[in-house]
Structure formats: structure tokens, C-alpha cells
């Protein structure tokens, strides 16, 4: 919207402000002319008012004028004083009382110029925001809409999401786009202008905001440019939306294949009928992502996988699977080191993330036929994932070794018995004497049962680590140099207390 700022900057207008420089972003409908002592008849908000100042007799009149532009909503008065040369102080006063910016109008400029400008520059506005209605309309794509944006207002722009994936732009690369969003997300996800980027948020309530970035600074932009920019803010949150329930609707097919990525059984028949839903060929080579949250609701992961999983190229299908969220990734095209990347994005928007942990567990890749399997390594990634310290995890079961795997895969009680039953003496030993021995052996087994390698670990002397692992063995009735004794004492000290 054409804002009274904006008039300020058409030249042949030579406009001269006298009152109300701190209103002057109020938005223009309209262009009205009156010589009315009471115009308040024929007035409607957001009208800039032209007067000769014809009705002017005395001071007295300067008050019923004002009053009424004032309760009708007027944009601003533009007056000019053909006759005296000079507009009268009690008219300003009582502008500055009203709130009504006064602009005053050169009395050697024709008011036929001052309407026809203003028309002008009204009609350009609206002109441009239906183009770019235009545009949003048709079948024209996010970058499509970016292009024609970008040449309506002058400045290249981008829609970026909080996590820092860049999701469309106007064919010019944006530089950082990690430490725009950082500073987005910084900001509260409000409006601002970072590194010469003004930035507008598009979809403030979903879990991952996005932003628009337009080059340049809105601090200088007219009114008809701020007012197109919230115009192509609202256009992109229109797109998102029209997307995502297309993408929701797309996802429903993959329910019975989420459902045994859950857990659940699924006889044959129902299998290969899901796999026809999904539009997933047999030889299909598949990956299980799962995202646990423990908010109760699998709908925050759902939306953090779909953030995630966005930029894959080939086919994903994200719902819930029980109390998780989970994503089955189908394709060969997966990214190197996928799991570092979503640690990355999503601490960039962690103080988004209304959960107190993010986990996330990769399985596979499988064929689908085998889609159980990969999402049991998905499930024990997850498992592993939790027992890590830090707010957010991220393991690919393909990194796991396997005993993490078979620790994974124990239940809690089985965990806790088989710790207890191992560790037991040593543990009531140093809860008692209130001794590290527990500790030791860990480092022992970690440096491959090396006294020298532990001893340096532990900053003790070797003589010292050693009878610190004989005393040790005696506690735990067994021979910690014997392999088998190593395993067993290893995988118990892996157990979660």
C-alpha cells in the first residue's frame, strides 16, 4: 500500500512536511479535494485530503476542519496557501494536536498534478500486488513466484526456512544462508534486517518457520514496496500451506507401512497392497528414519522429519508409527553424512523445539521386502541416541557396533539384571569404600585391556592399574584378562544403570 512517506518521494511533487513526521507510514486508499469548512459529510479513512484552504477565515476555523479529518481516519492534509503564501500556524497547531500529518503543497504547483500523481502512485501499487496474485494463482511455481516478485520490487529475494535450507529463490545465490537463519531464529522469528537482508517470517506457528529475504534495507523502502513485500509474504504462506496438505494427503497411502515400521503385523497380502498405495516397486531400496520427542504426540517429529527430509530428491513418505514420528526414505541418493547435517539444523532452531530431547535413529539401507528389519535398527538407534548425553542425537544404525546393537535391543529389566548381575560386587564395593574401581576397568576395556594405554588414561602408575584390575576380578569372581570375561564385564558396563 502507497504510504503518505511514499508522496514524500515523488519528485515533481516537491511536498514539504510541517506536522506528524512520526505518521507519515500511514497507507493511502484515496485522493480527496474539499474547500469545506466541514468536510466530515463526504470523508472516509485513509483519504489524503487536498484544500486550497479556501474555507480559511480566522483561527477559529482551523479546529472544526481538523476535528473532523481526524474522526474520520485521514491519512494526512496536503494543503497549500495560493493566496498568503504561507499555511496558517493554528492550522499546524491543530494538525499536531489531531494527529494529522500536514504536507505542505508549493503554491505554484497545480492540484490537477498533486491528484494525478497520486492516482498514479496508488494504482501502481495495487497494480503490482495483483500481478503477483496473478502469479500465485496460476501454476507457477515458488521460484516462479520469486522471479516475478524480483522484478516488481527491484531486489532479488529468497524463502528460507529457520533451519538454514535455502527452499527457493530468484536466481541469485544468497551468501550464509545458516547465519541469516541463526540470526532469524535469534530474533524471535519477527521481522528484521540482518547482513542487508530485511527478513519477514512466512508461517510464524509451524514448528519451523521460514523467512523471506529481500535484499536491502526496509528502513528504505517506499510504502508501495513494504506493502508488495507483505503481500509476497502472505503469497509464500499460501504456497507452504497448499503444499503441505498435498504432501499430507500424498502420506496417508504409506499408513500400513508405518504401522509396521511401529511394530504391528501385517499378513502378506496387506503388505504388498501398502507397498501398491505407496507406489513402491518390490526391488525398492528403502530407510527408516525414526524422530522420538517424548511430547506424548508424534506430530512435532512428523513435522521436524518433514523439515529435515526436505531437500531429498527422491520419494519420502512421513507420518506417525505409535508415539514416534517416522519417515521411510526410498532411493539409493542418500546424502553423506546426513546425521551431522540434522544435528546442525536442528540446533539452529532448537529454541523452537518444544520437547526436552530430539532423537533420531537411522535403518537401513534395506530392501523393502526387509522393511521390519530396517526399522528395528531405526528403533535401536534411537535407543542408543537416548543413553548419549546432549539435548538433540542423531544415529545411523549403520554406524553401530554390535554389541550397542544388542545392548540396544535389550529391554529396560533385562538391562538392569544382566548389570546387576555382572557388576554387582563391584558396584556395592565402591558405593561402600566409596573407591573408582568401576571406572577403571571401564578405561581398561576401552584401551583394548592395555595396562600401559590405561594407566596414561587414568594418570596412575601401571603397577598401580594393575592392582587395581586384579582387585577388581577378585571382587567380580572371574579373570578380567580372559576375553570372554572382557565381553561380559564390557556389555554390562554399557547397560543403563
Known amino acids: 500500500m502507497t504510504s503518505v512517506r511514499d508522496l514524500l518521494e515523488i519528485p515533481e511533487l516537491r511536498l514539504r512536511v510541517r506536522t506528524g513526521e512520526d505518521l507519515l507510514d500511514r497507507g493511502l486508499t484515496r485522493i480527496y479535494g474539499t474547500e469545506l469548512p466541514d468536510p466530515s459529510r463526504y470523508l472516509s479513512a485513509g483519504e489524503l485530503v487536498l484544500s486550497g484552504l479556501l474555507w480559511w477565515r480566522g483561527p477559529e476555523d482551523a479546529e472544526p476542519f481538523v476535528a473532523a479529518l481526524a474522526e474520520a481516519g485521514s491519512a494526512a492534509l496536503a494543503a497549500s496557501a495560493a493566496d498568503t503564501g504561507r499555511i496558517p500556524a493554528a492550522l499546524v497547531e491543530a494538525c499536531g494536536r489531531y494527529g494529522i500529518p500536514l504536507l505542505e503543497v508549493p503554491a505554484d504547483l497545480s492540484f490537477a498534478v498533486v491528484t494525478e500523481r497520486v492516482v498514479l502512485a496508488l494504482a501502481g ?10 502469479a500465485a494463482a496460476g501454476d507457477a511455481s515458488l521460484t516462479a513466484l520469486l522471479e516475478h516478485a524480483r522484478a516488481e520490487l527491484g531486489a532479488p529475494c529468497w524463502v528460507l526456512s529457520a533451519t538454514g535450507r535455502m527452499v527457493a529463490g530468484s536466481g541469485v545465490e544468497l551468501v550464509d544462508t545458516q547465519g541469516i537463519a541463526r540470526a532469524f531464529v535469534r530474533g524471535g522469528c519477527r521481522a528484521r534486517v540482518t547482513n542487508g537482508y530485511t527478513l519477514l517470517p512466512v508461517g ?7 523467512a523471506l529475504a529481500i535484499e536491502g534495507d526496509r528502513a528504505r523502502w517506499t510504502g508501495a514496496t513494504g506493502s508488495l513485500a507483505a503481500e509476497l509474504a502472505a503469497l509464500v504462506d499460501l504456497d507452504r500451506s497448499r503444499s503441505e496438505q498435498v504432501r499430507r494427503v500424498a502420506d496417508r497411502v504409506a499408513a500400513p507401512l508405518l504401522r509396521l515400521a511401529a511394530g504391528d503385523s501385517l499378513t502378506d497380502t496387506d503388505f504388498t497392497t501398502g507397498l501398491a498405495a505407496a507406489g513402491l516397486p518390490g526391488h525398492s531400496t528403502i530407510r527408516v528414519v525414526l524422530a522420538r520427542t517424548g511430547t506424548g504426540t508424534p506430530s512435532l517429529g512428523v513435522a521436524l522429519l518433514t523439515e529435515l527430509l526436505a531437500g531429498y530428491p527422491a520419494r519420502t513418505l512421513v507420518g506417525e508409527a505409535g508415539e514416534d514420528a517416522c519417515a521411510l526414505v526410498v532411493g539409493d541418493l542418500w546424502p553423506p553424512d546426513w546425521a551431522g547435517k540434522a544435528v546442525a539444523a536442528l540446533s539452529t532452531v532448537d529454541s523452537l523445539i ?4 530430539v532423537l533420531l535413529g537411522i535403518g537401513g539401507p534395506a530392501a523393502v521386502t526387509e522393511l521390519r528389519g530396517a526399522s528395528e535398527q531405526a528403533r535401536h538407534a534411537v535407543a542408543v541416541a537416548e543413553g548419549r548425553p546432549g539435548r538433540i542425537g542423531v544415529v545411523s544404525g549403520d554406524q553401530l557396533r554390535a554389541h550397542q546393537l544388542l545392548v540396544a535391543a535389550a529391554d529396560a529389566d533385562l538391562r538392569r539384571s544382566l548389570r546387576a548381575r555382572t557388576l554387582g560386587p563391584l558396584l556395592a564395593y565402591d558405593q561402600a569404600q566409596n573407591a573408582d574401581l568401576v571406572r577403571t576397568v571401564r578405561v581398561f576395556l576401552d584401551c583394548d585391556a592395555s595396562p600401559t594405554a590405561a594407566a596414561k588414561a587414568l594418570h596412575v602408575h601401571v603397577n598401580t592399574l594393575r592392582y587395581r584390575i586384579t582387585r577388581a576380578g577378585e571382587l567380580l569372581g572371574m579373570d578380567l584378562t580372559d576375553f570372554g570375561n572382557q ?5 554390562a558396563l554399557r547397560m543403563s544403570p
Open 125 to 134: 501499487a495495487s497494480a503490482g500486488r495483483s500481478r503477483l496474485r496473478t
Open 204 to 210: 510464524e506457528r509451524a514448528t519451523v518457520p521460514w
Open 354 to 357: 518444544p520437547a526436552s530431547r
Open 487 to 491: 565381553v561380559d564385564v564390557y556389555l
